[in-house]
Protein backbone atom coordinates (compact mmCIF):
# COMPACT_ATOMS: atom_id res chain seq x y z
CA UNK A 1 0.00 0.00 0.00
CA UNK A 2 1.31 3.12 -1.09
CA UNK A 3 2.51 5.49 1.73
CA UNK A 4 3.10 9.53 2.47
CA UNK A 5 3.89 9.62 5.98
CA UNK A 6 4.08 12.91 8.12
CA UNK A 7 5.91 12.29 11.23
CA UNK A 8 4.25 14.13 13.77
CA UNK A 9 0.10 14.30 14.02
CA UNK A 10 0.05 16.86 16.62
CA UNK A 11 2.35 19.56 17.38
CA UNK A 12 2.48 22.49 19.91
CA UNK A 13 4.89 25.34 20.30
CA UNK A 14 5.82 28.57 21.84
CA UNK A 15 6.31 31.65 19.32
CA UNK A 16 9.69 31.90 18.50
CA UNK A 17 10.99 27.70 18.12
CA UNK A 18 11.86 26.45 15.42
CA UNK A 19 9.81 24.07 13.72
CA UNK A 20 10.39 20.80 11.90
CA UNK A 21 7.61 19.12 9.77
CA UNK A 22 8.71 15.59 8.34
CA UNK A 23 7.06 14.01 5.02
CA UNK A 24 8.31 10.45 3.78
CA UNK A 25 6.96 8.45 0.54
CA UNK A 26 7.62 5.25 -0.38
CA UNK A 27 6.39 5.44 -3.74
CA UNK A 28 9.66 6.67 -5.15
CA UNK A 29 7.65 9.86 -6.70
CA UNK A 30 10.21 13.00 -7.88
CA UNK A 31 7.81 15.23 -7.22
CA UNK A 32 7.12 16.54 -3.02
CA UNK A 33 4.66 19.23 -1.59
CA UNK A 34 4.00 20.74 1.05
CA UNK A 35 0.32 22.44 1.49
CA UNK A 36 -1.21 24.63 4.23
CA UNK A 37 -4.98 24.30 5.06
CA UNK A 38 -7.09 26.92 6.63
CA UNK A 39 -10.99 26.42 7.00
CA UNK A 40 -12.65 28.73 3.92
CA UNK A 41 -9.24 28.67 2.32
CA UNK A 42 -8.56 25.80 0.82
CA UNK A 43 -4.77 24.56 0.23
CA UNK A 44 -2.60 26.48 -0.44
CA UNK A 45 0.92 25.31 -1.69
CA UNK A 46 3.91 26.72 0.30
CA UNK A 47 6.84 24.47 -1.54
CA UNK A 48 7.26 22.20 -3.98
CA UNK A 49 10.54 20.10 -4.93
CA UNK A 50 10.53 18.34 -8.36
CA UNK A 51 14.11 16.44 -7.69
CA UNK A 52 16.37 16.23 -4.69
CA UNK A 53 17.88 19.06 -3.37
CA UNK A 54 15.82 20.93 -5.86
CA UNK A 55 12.73 23.82 -4.61
CA UNK A 56 10.39 25.93 -5.90
CA UNK A 57 8.48 28.28 -4.00
CA UNK A 58 4.85 28.30 -3.75
CA UNK A 59 2.31 30.90 -2.92
CA UNK A 60 3.09 31.42 0.39
CA UNK A 61 6.27 30.31 1.03
CA UNK A 62 7.24 33.33 3.23
CA UNK A 63 8.61 31.98 6.94
CA UNK A 64 8.93 28.51 5.77
CA UNK A 65 11.91 26.93 4.17
CA UNK A 66 11.84 23.53 2.72
CA UNK A 67 14.91 20.72 2.94
CA UNK A 68 15.03 17.46 0.54
CA UNK A 69 18.36 16.04 0.90
CA UNK A 70 16.89 12.21 -0.52
CA UNK A 71 14.43 11.55 -2.77
CA UNK A 72 11.92 9.99 -0.31
CA UNK A 73 11.84 12.75 2.38
CA UNK A 74 10.58 16.56 2.49
CA UNK A 75 10.95 18.48 5.71
CA UNK A 76 9.34 21.30 6.22
CA UNK A 77 11.20 24.22 8.56
CA UNK A 78 9.55 27.16 10.46
CA UNK A 79 12.58 29.10 11.67
CA UNK A 80 10.85 30.94 14.15
CA UNK A 81 6.90 30.55 14.35
CA UNK A 82 4.59 32.87 14.77
CA UNK A 83 0.97 32.51 15.85
CA UNK A 84 -0.39 33.09 12.27
CA UNK A 85 1.63 30.05 11.22
CA UNK A 86 -0.96 27.93 13.54
CA UNK A 87 -2.80 25.80 10.97
CA UNK A 88 -3.09 22.27 9.03
CA UNK A 89 0.02 21.22 7.20
CA UNK A 90 -0.32 18.67 4.91
CA UNK A 91 2.29 16.77 2.42
CA UNK A 92 1.61 15.13 -0.24
CA UNK A 93 3.58 13.46 -3.66
CA UNK A 94 3.48 12.75 -7.61
CA UNK A 95 5.45 11.31 -10.04
CA UNK A 96 3.63 13.91 -12.20
CA UNK A 97 0.58 15.29 -13.10
CA UNK A 98 0.33 14.16 -16.26
CA UNK A 99 -0.19 10.40 -15.05
CA UNK A 100 -0.93 10.29 -11.49
CA UNK A 101 -2.71 12.20 -9.12
CA UNK A 102 -1.47 13.59 -5.49
CA UNK A 103 -1.06 11.26 -2.93
CA UNK A 104 -1.25 12.92 0.83
CA UNK A 105 -0.40 12.50 4.02
CA UNK A 106 -2.98 12.09 7.04
CA UNK A 107 -1.39 16.36 8.15
CA UNK A 108 0.38 17.88 10.69
CA UNK A 109 -1.68 19.92 13.11
CA UNK A 110 0.33 22.39 14.22
CA UNK A 111 -0.76 24.69 16.90
CA UNK A 112 1.78 28.08 18.22
CA UNK A 113 1.04 29.69 21.18
CA UNK B 1 -4.10 32.75 -14.29
CA UNK B 2 -5.85 28.97 -13.06
CA UNK B 3 -8.09 29.00 -10.59
CA UNK B 4 -11.28 26.19 -9.17
CA UNK B 5 -14.21 27.56 -7.84
CA UNK B 6 -16.23 25.46 -5.79
CA UNK B 7 -19.63 28.14 -4.83
CA UNK B 8 -21.23 25.96 -2.06
CA UNK B 9 -19.27 26.30 1.33
CA UNK B 10 -21.69 24.05 3.24
CA UNK B 11 -24.24 21.76 1.37
CA UNK B 12 -27.07 19.67 3.95
CA UNK B 13 -28.57 16.41 2.33
CA UNK B 14 -31.04 14.02 3.65
CA UNK B 15 -29.36 10.51 3.55
CA UNK B 16 -30.91 8.83 0.49
CA UNK B 17 -30.62 11.68 -1.37
CA UNK B 18 -29.06 12.52 -4.53
CA UNK B 19 -25.98 15.17 -4.29
CA UNK B 20 -24.22 17.44 -6.44
CA UNK B 21 -21.59 19.53 -5.68
CA UNK B 22 -20.35 22.14 -8.09
CA UNK B 23 -16.66 22.74 -9.69
CA UNK B 24 -15.86 25.24 -12.05
CA UNK B 25 -11.87 25.90 -13.08
CA UNK B 26 -10.13 28.33 -15.15
CA UNK B 27 -7.23 26.74 -17.30
CA UNK B 28 -6.20 27.74 -20.53
CA UNK B 29 -5.34 24.14 -21.90
CA UNK B 30 -6.98 20.00 -21.57
CA UNK B 31 -6.95 19.97 -17.44
CA UNK B 32 -6.64 17.14 -15.05
CA UNK B 33 -9.45 16.82 -12.59
CA UNK B 34 -9.82 15.23 -9.51
CA UNK B 35 -12.15 15.20 -6.60
CA UNK B 36 -10.60 14.39 -3.21
CA UNK B 37 -12.79 13.84 -0.21
CA UNK B 38 -11.37 14.83 3.27
CA UNK B 39 -12.94 13.08 6.63
CA UNK B 40 -12.39 14.95 10.09
CA UNK B 41 -8.74 15.44 10.96
CA UNK B 42 -7.17 13.52 8.06
CA UNK B 43 -5.50 13.92 4.92
CA UNK B 44 -6.90 13.94 1.50
CA UNK B 45 -8.21 11.00 -0.30
CA UNK B 46 -9.15 11.10 -4.32
CA UNK B 47 -12.32 9.85 -5.50
CA UNK B 48 -12.07 10.02 -9.01
CA UNK B 49 -9.75 11.88 -11.65
CA UNK B 50 -10.30 13.18 -14.96
CA UNK B 51 -7.03 13.04 -17.64
CA UNK B 52 -8.51 12.61 -21.05
CA UNK B 53 -11.60 10.31 -23.16
CA UNK B 54 -14.93 9.76 -21.68
CA UNK B 55 -16.15 12.69 -20.36
CA UNK B 56 -18.23 10.98 -17.07
CA UNK B 57 -16.06 9.12 -14.79
CA UNK B 58 -16.92 7.19 -12.27
CA UNK B 59 -14.78 7.11 -8.49
CA UNK B 60 -14.76 5.10 -5.25
CA UNK B 61 -17.59 5.26 -3.41
CA UNK B 62 -20.29 5.55 -5.72
CA UNK B 63 -19.17 8.46 -6.70
CA UNK B 64 -19.48 10.31 -10.79
CA UNK B 65 -18.21 13.05 -12.43
CA UNK B 66 -18.66 15.01 -15.73
CA UNK B 67 -16.02 17.27 -17.66
CA UNK B 68 -17.96 20.03 -19.36
CA UNK B 69 -15.81 21.72 -21.38
CA UNK B 70 -18.37 24.26 -22.52
CA UNK B 71 -19.19 25.17 -19.34
CA UNK B 72 -15.53 24.72 -17.65
CA UNK B 73 -17.04 22.29 -15.06
CA UNK B 74 -16.56 19.27 -13.28
CA UNK B 75 -19.04 18.34 -10.71
CA UNK B 76 -19.42 15.45 -8.58
CA UNK B 77 -22.38 13.21 -8.00
CA UNK B 78 -23.71 10.98 -6.05
CA UNK B 79 -27.00 9.04 -6.25
CA UNK B 80 -27.69 8.13 -3.05
CA UNK B 81 -26.17 9.33 -0.02
CA UNK B 82 -24.68 7.99 3.06
CA UNK B 83 -23.71 9.01 6.64
CA UNK B 84 -20.51 7.79 6.10
CA UNK B 85 -20.02 10.42 3.23
CA UNK B 86 -20.08 13.55 5.67
CA UNK B 87 -16.78 14.97 5.20
CA UNK B 88 -14.80 18.25 2.75
CA UNK B 89 -14.95 17.63 -0.60
CA UNK B 90 -11.85 19.16 -2.61
CA UNK B 91 -11.53 19.89 -6.48
CA UNK B 92 -8.33 20.03 -8.12
CA UNK B 93 -6.95 20.76 -11.36
CA UNK B 94 -3.18 19.85 -12.70
CA UNK B 95 -1.25 21.29 -14.85
CA UNK B 96 1.61 20.22 -17.11
CA UNK B 97 4.39 21.53 -14.91
CA UNK B 98 3.34 19.33 -11.57
CA UNK B 99 0.82 22.32 -10.34
CA UNK B 100 -2.36 21.44 -8.63
CA UNK B 101 -4.55 24.20 -7.63
CA UNK B 102 -7.64 23.63 -5.50
CA UNK B 103 -10.68 25.32 -4.56
CA UNK B 104 -11.74 26.25 -1.08
CA UNK B 105 -13.60 23.05 -0.52
CA UNK B 106 -17.34 22.17 0.02
CA UNK B 107 -18.03 20.72 3.29
CA UNK B 108 -20.59 18.26 3.24
CA UNK B 109 -23.07 16.90 6.14
CA UNK B 110 -25.61 14.44 5.88
CA UNK B 111 -29.10 14.33 7.93
CA UNK B 112 -30.09 11.87 9.40
Known amino acids: DVKVTQSSRYLVKRTGEKVFLECVQD?????MFWYRQDPGLGLRLIYF???????EKGDIPEGYSVSREKKERFSLILESASTNQTSMYLC????????????FGEGSRLTVL | AQSVTQPDIHITVSEGASLELRCNYS??????LFWYVQSPGQGLQLLLK??????LVQGIKGFEAEFKRSQSSFNLRKPSVHWSDAAEYFC??????????FGSGTKLNVKP
Open chain 1, 92 to 103: ASVRSSATGELF
Open chain 1, 27 to 31: MDHEN
Open chain 1, 49 to 55: SYDVKMK
Open chain 2, 27 to 32: YGATPY
Open chain 2, 50 to 55: YFSGDT
Open chain 2, 92 to 101: AVGDNFNKFY
